[in-house]
């Protein structure tokens, strides 16, 4: 099984609808990210959290929102879904130390949103 | 404030040939630099990492990288490509003296790495 298991990996939606990408993991590390990921640009930085009462905006937060509920998870929710928010999104962890000192990441397979 | 420039979005090599895939940096501290590779379908996986130690880094599947401050560069190497390599690489920047943490690295645009037959 994936350390980073991120749910659904595909999605298509409609303009206006409500979505939430659901993030798991086992590897016991405190801090936890959601990236996007478009064509080009490499990935931008949305929301990370260092433990579940951390929640800190990213580059790109606006249109988005999200949830610790536990150390575990790490939910990413778009309220009202638009097509520029079309993307490939990234859940990934970093250990505590390690993250902070080397800047390891550890990425899930990614959740393919599209939103018509 | 940070950037780091990929300066090739394809880069096409044949089998068995070297490969080199460019990187540029800025920073105003003291930079960690690092490569991403991400095979298709599936999620990013540190290649490499550059923190302050040895300024030629060694990473997985043969590849290496080297920080050459003068240049702000840290080109990313291969001395024979595999058809395995196909895939997409980032160049990631962190400035660690800036407060550190993966909420401050900063990836380049990719450059996707195509192998030749």
């Known amino acids: 099984d994936a350390d980073v298991t991120q749910t659904p990996r595909n999605r298509i939606t409609k303009t206006g609808k409500r979505i939430m990408l659901e993030c798991s993991q086992t590897k016991g590390h405190d801090r936890m990210y959601w990236y996007r990921q478009d064509p080009g640009l490499g990935l931008r930085l949305i929301y990370y959290?260092?433990?579940?009462?951390?929640?800190n905006k990213g580059e790109i937060s606006d249109g988005y929102s999200v949830s610790r509920q536990a150390q575990a998870k790490f939910s990413l929710s778009l309220e009202s879904a638009i097509p520029n928010q079309t993307a490939l999104y990234f859940c990934?962890?970093?250990?505590?130390?390690?993250?902070?000192?080397?800047?390891?990441?550890?990425f899930g397979e990614g959740s393919r949103l599209t939103v018509l | 404030a940070q950037s780091v420039t990929q300066l090739d979005s394809h880069v096409s090599v044949s089998e068995g040939t070297p490969v080199l895939l460019r990187c540029n940096y800025s920073?105003?501290?003291?930079?960690?630099l690092f490569w991403y590779v991400q095979h298709p379908n599936k999620g990013l996986q540190l290649l490499l990492k550059?923190?302050?130690?040895?300024?030629l880094v060694k990473g997985i599947n043969g590849f290496e990288a080297e920080f050459k401050k003068s240049e702000t560069s840290f080109h990313l190497t291969k001395p024979s490509a595999h058809m395995s390599d196909a895939a997409e690489y980032f160049c990631?920047?962190?400035?660690?003296?800036?407060?550190?943490?993966?909420?401050?690295?900063?990836f380049g645009k990719g450059t996707h790495l195509i192998i030749q037959p």
């Open positions: 990631v920047v962190s400035d660690r003296d800036s407060g550190g943490g993966a909420d401050g690295l900063t």
């Open positions: 920073s105003s501290y003291s930079p960690s």
């Open positions: 990934a962890t970093s250990d505590l130390h390690t993250g902070t000192l080397t800047g390891e990441l550890f």
């Open positions: 959290s260092f433990d579940v009462k951390d929640i």
């Open positions: 550059y923190t302050s130690a040895a300024t």
